[in-house]
């Protein structure tokens, strides 16, 4: 059974930073396949479309929406099969709930609460 469970959601204040975890565990990435998937974050704000936020290949590429870039990175571990985003200098428009996903295939997370607020 495949899981992507994402962690490190919070409140915090405009200019803050957060680090969000998605722990993948399941066939696909045992046996180290983990370090050959390209994996995302995507995130969805009320009323909106979920959108791609950043991306990290299996040679550690990375790729991100034009609304993050400078403020946000992706990264991973490949001994923890973990993929992490930091953020920082956070807006109150980066407030959504933040999705980890496999790239290519149709595997999600639960998703986990991002809110930046005075």
């Known amino acids: 059974q495949v899981q992507l469970v994402e962690s490190g959601g919070g409140l915090v204040q405009p200019g803050g930073s957060l680090r969000l975890s998605c722990a993948a565990s399941g066939s696909i990435f045992s046996h180290g396949l983990f370090s050959s998937r390209a994996m995302a974050w995507y995130r969805q704000a009320p009323g909106k479309q979920r959108d791609m936020v950043a991306t990290?290949?299996?040679?550690?590429?990375?790729n991100y929406a034009d609304s993050v870039k400078g403020r946000f990175t992706i990264a991973r571990d490949n001994a923890k099969n973990t993929v992490y985003l930091q953020m920082n200098s956070l807006k109150p428009e980066d407030t959504a709930i933040y999705y980890c996903?496999?790239?290519?295939?149709?595997?999600w997370g639960q998703g986990t609460q991002v809110t930046v607020s005075t």
């Open positions: 990290i290949s299996g040679g550690d590429t990375t």
């Open positions: 996903k496999t790239v290519g295939l149709s595997y």
